[in-house]
Structures are given as C-alpha cells and as structure tokens.
C-alpha cells in the first residue's frame, strides 16, 4: 500500500527496543510459565526461544526509543520502519471505530516494538527464530523486521509493502481478539485444522482484510487520508504472504494434518479476503463448522 506523502504519522506508536548490559534478572521461573502459555494462546512454540535474557555476571535492560525520524506518509514509503509507524497509526485509527462493531467497548491500542536478534517481553524472552508475535501479558506486539527479507526469500512471498502491513494488521488481529477474550478459547492444547488455534488465526487474518478495504478512509491525527486506495497487485501482496506461512506450505503436511496451528494458504488467503468483502463483523470463525 502506499502512503499519501503528506500525511503526518504518530512516531509514539511505535518504539525501537535496544538491550544494553545492564542490571536485571533474565526470562527464567515465572517468564517460562508465560511463554509457555503464550505458546498455548498463539499457537507458536515459544518455549524453546526462552533465553536467561542476559549476558555472563550481569543481566539486560531494554531501551525503547520513538521513532521521532517517522514524521510523514512519504517516510512510510522510503523506510520499512518508518512504514510500521504508518501502519500502527492507520490500524490505530481504524479499530478505534471499528471495534465497538464487534462487541469491544474499550479498545485499547497495543504496545508496539521493534527489536533485531532478541528482546525481553512480558512473556519472557524471545529471539527473532519465533517471527512476529504478540504477547497477550504486556498486551504488544513485537516485529523484527528482518522477517520481511525471510518472508520474500525464505518463504516466497511476493515480499511488497502491502505483505509487510499485513503481518502488522494480522498481530493486531491478535490484540483485538485478546480484548474480546477470544484468545482463551485456543488454550485447549489442541491442534489441526479445525482446532481453535487455527480459528483464532484466521480471525486475525479476517482482520487485517477488513482493515485492508478500509485503509484509505483511516486518517492522520490531522483528518488528512493516510493511504492511496489498495490496487489489485497489492492485494495479491498480501495474499502471498498470507500464503507463504499456511501450516500445509511450512510443515509440507496435508488438509488431514493433526499438527496445524495456523491453517493452510487457502483458508488463510480466504479468509483475508471474506474481512475485505465484509468487514469486521465477518469474522467470527468460531461460527463455522469448517473454518
């Protein structure tokens, strides 16, 4: 998607966390617990990335930092990170309309933050092996954005703007249904294609569809437009991605595959499109019998 140039974007939704040496106690007892059920919630084997989340004879402390350099749309279209700005101030904006639709009254936006190689969260510490996730504990998503070159090279997207703001719209996805409780519903430890893992992730994916089709309505803290409306090629964007980490893609398994946590391209790239064609209140997978 492309940003209009003009448009101011709000820097302090997103920040840039640093570790440095410093004092501090690593992810260990309770932070294993947490990662452990995020595991559970997310569907994402967390646990194996929990790490001491220091360095020999000390400990980590995070430094966030804004992005005060992301000041406008023409930055989201020259800088991947300015471009998370962007993206967290349109998705901000949408769901801050759109979520009373669907049942939430309190919409609270999500913390958001930018790390390379590790960062401590408050579900426990975790490296950028696990891809973006979102932490239901600290209520915030977290993105490496070195995926986005993994995503195109590794697992064949087409790797444009509108891929990259898709995985954003998808962890987002998460927060909501975190608000609205539904992501307990996937703490059954239950796994395959009609699990309530993979409900709950196609909702997230039905979600950032609806955000998608209303993306060049979300305004700037100006009431300027944010974004161009979404061409067709940038749609098929975001469908590879959502394609290239369909369970049956990743772990080469079939629609019979007890191991899913995520779902399969089709059901992935379809249902971003039934959140495109419906909007919102389109996306209740746990309505369906065969999500």
């Known amino acids: 998607m492309t940003f209009n140039d003009g448009a101011r974007l709000d820097p302090s939704k997103v920040k840039r966390r640093r570790r440095a040496a410093g004092v501090g106690a690593g992810a260990g007892g309770l932070g294993v617990i947490v990662i452990f059920l995020a595991s559970q919630l997310l569907g994402v084997d967390l646990t194996g990335l929990v790490g001491g989340g220091g360095v020999p004879g000390g400990g980590t402390q995070s430094e966030d930092q804004a992005l005060e350099q992301c000041q406008t749309g023409e930055d989201a279209n020259e800088s991947v990170e ?6 967290a101030t349109s998705l901000d904006d949408y769901w801050a309309e759109a979520a009373p639709t669907i049942g939430l009254t309190d919409y609270v936006t999500p913390g958001f933050f930018l790390f390379s190689g590790s960062t401590d969260t408050g ?5 950028s092996a696990v891809g973006p ?10 993105i490496d954005t070195g995926f986005y070159e993994d995503l195109r090279t590794r697992y ?5 703007p509108l891929a990259q703001l898709y995985v954003v719209a998808h962890e987002w996805g998460h927060h909501i249904e975190n ?5 307990e519903r996937s703490r059954d430890g239950q796994t395959g294609p009609t699990s309530a893992g993979v ?7 039905c979600f950032a569809g609806a955000w998608t089709a209303a993306a060049s309505g979300t305004e700037d803290p100006s009431g300027r437009p944010l ?25 080469g398994t079939d629609a019979n595959s007890h191991t899913w946590t995520h779902g399969s391209s089709e059901q992935r790239q379809r249902w971003f499109l ?3 064609q419906g909007g919102a209140t389109a996306c209740d997978t746990f309505a369906v019998e065969v999500p």
Not at 133 to 142: G, H, K, N, Q, W
Not at 156 to 160: E, I, L, T, V
């Open 199 to 205: 409900r709950v992730e196609l909702m997230a994916d």
């Open 82 to 87: 300015c471009r998370m700005v962007g993206a």
């Open 179 to 183: 608000q609205l409780g539904i992501l």
């Open 227 to 251: 974004l161009e409306p979404v061409t067709d090629a940038q749609i098929r964007d975001a469908l590879s991605a959502a394609a290239a980490v369909g369970d049956d893609r990743i772990q």
């Open 274 to 276: 039934t959140g495109y």
């Open 123 to 127: 579900c426990g510490s975790a490296t």
């Open 156 to 160: 064949g997207s087409s790797g444009g």
């Open 133 to 142: 996730f979102y932490c239901p504990a600290d209520t915030s998503i977290y």
